[in-house]
């Protein structure tokens, strides 16, 4: 077990949201990193990486109820892995438990 917190943030390949993950993860957070494109997740989790952190890039549209069961898959399997998943961030919502 890890006593870093694991964070889901939407959005998280430009602007707010891939700020968010770099604080996140520059706190020590492992970040599930969400991105409607792939190619583009990809990119900001690479940036993010030469930065230091370890981000993981996930294939996340909100919009889509199959990729959000693919993330909540990814999630449940970082949540056994590190007993837990501490934050989802979506800008709109921050939900914690």
């Known amino acids: 077990m890890t006593d870093h917190p694991v964070a889901l943030v939407t959005g998280a390949n430009k602007g707010l949201g891939k700020e968010t993950a770099r604080q996140l993860a520059a706190r020590g957070a492992t970040v599930l990193l969400g991105s409607r494109d792939p190619e583009r997740g990809e990119a900001a989790a690479r940036e ?8 993981l890039p996930v ?19 970082e949540r056994l892995q590190h007993h837990r998943v501490d934050v989802v961030d979506q800008r709109r919502h921050r939900l914690r438990w």
Do not use: K, M, N
Request: overall charge negative.
């Open 59 to 77: 294939r996340l549209d909100v919009t889509d109820a199959g990729s959000v069961e693919e993330v909540a898959g990814t999630a449940r399997r």
């Open 48 to 55: 993010l990486a030469a930065a230091g952190t370890e981000p």
